[in-house]
């Protein structure tokens, strides 16, 4: 018998009755002959006060409770309480099934509470559950370190659960079900011709999950990337049978035969703009600049440095989350006089709006279309940053969704096919 992973997010196990639904999708997968598997998210919105709860528990000044292994104990009982109820209702619907904790699986992870990364999941207790004919429902999110200590793996953990458990147990696929019934060519609430694709490669997904697409989280396509699994993405809020045409699959770019020169447009309102001004221009500077914010485990994206006439002074730009914005320029400012730059700026009125597709490798003109797009509607470029499938500009935040439908008409994406 073949195996299958089926995940669904926190909106899929909201209440008892899309508990029934996930339920009735499971059970005509089992009844197809899949062996199946199924990893849930919490409630929606149940995470949230899980962790407020935690921080009421009164952390000290400074101190942030995500990284105290008791507050893995706390966050995690979420998925816990959706697991026991989804294998609950199966019962109840005939089926053998029962939950399987992070700890039972074993689903074994590193030591970092809060941010666990998974290390290994023995097939073993999963071979033998599926072969005693149960269907095995597991809380996504959570983990166990080799010292027995419950761990999270962080937001949106449960899609990388989901990965992971396809790959231990050899599933054919992974099934992501959630809110929305497949990938599109962007944000259809921003562009009402978004379309949705059939298939889309990994290395497009990973660009796009990165760059703010939040269909998938980025560690779960890293994932499966690396191991070939493939994923489907598909709407939970149907019936058994009435996604049979529905869904994107998330597979090689070799079994894409068609493929889009774009295959969609991105973008992320969660960025700030950081200007060193009068940088002293001389080997060791920007290490120093980016080993501080590393310190801090602040994430930088795009980096652009220009020198000043002079030559001996130059101005540097990057880019931070907008929530890091405020400590990247402490920091900067705290080492202002062991840099020895000038002056910072700091504006947060920016946006990323990125075009992603394999196609990018074999064809010219990419470029000037994007650029000529925003030209003509007025659209300033200020940062410009390139892979080898994307490009990406940050933008004044006011002209994103401008920016968005342009680039997606200069490509046309409305015209994709689904």
Known sequence: MTRLVMKFGGTSMA???RIRRAARLVAAEADAGHQVAVVVSAMAGKTNELVAWTDGAGAPTGQVNAGDDEYDVVVASGEQVTAGLLAMTLRNMGYKARSMTGW???????????????VDIPSDNLDKAFDDGYIVV?????G????GKITTLGRGGSDTSAVAVAIAAKAVRCDIYTDVDGVYTTDPRVESKAKRLKKIAFEEMLEMASLGAKVLQTRSVELAMGHR???RVLSSFVEPGENVDNGTIVCDEDEIVEKHIVSGVAFSRDEAKITLLGLPNKIGVSAAVFAKLAAANINVDMIVQSEKRSGDYANQLFTVSRRDAKAAADIMLGAKDEIGFDDIKVDD???????????MRSH??????????LSEKGINIQVISTSEIKISVLIDEAYTELAVRALHAAYGLDQIGA
């Open 15 to 17: 209440d008892l009755e």
């Open 349 to 359: 009125n920016v946006a990323k709006v990125s075009i992603v597709g394999v196609g």
């Open 229 to 231: 699994m493939p994923i």
């Open 104 to 118: 039972q699986v074993p689903i074994i992870t590193s030591e970092a509470h809060g941010k666990a990364r998974i």
């Open 144 to 147: 166990v370190t080799p010292q």
């Open 364 to 373: 010219t003109g990419v470029a000037q279309t994007m650029f000529t797009a």
């Open 138 to 142: 597991v809380p996504g999110f959570q």
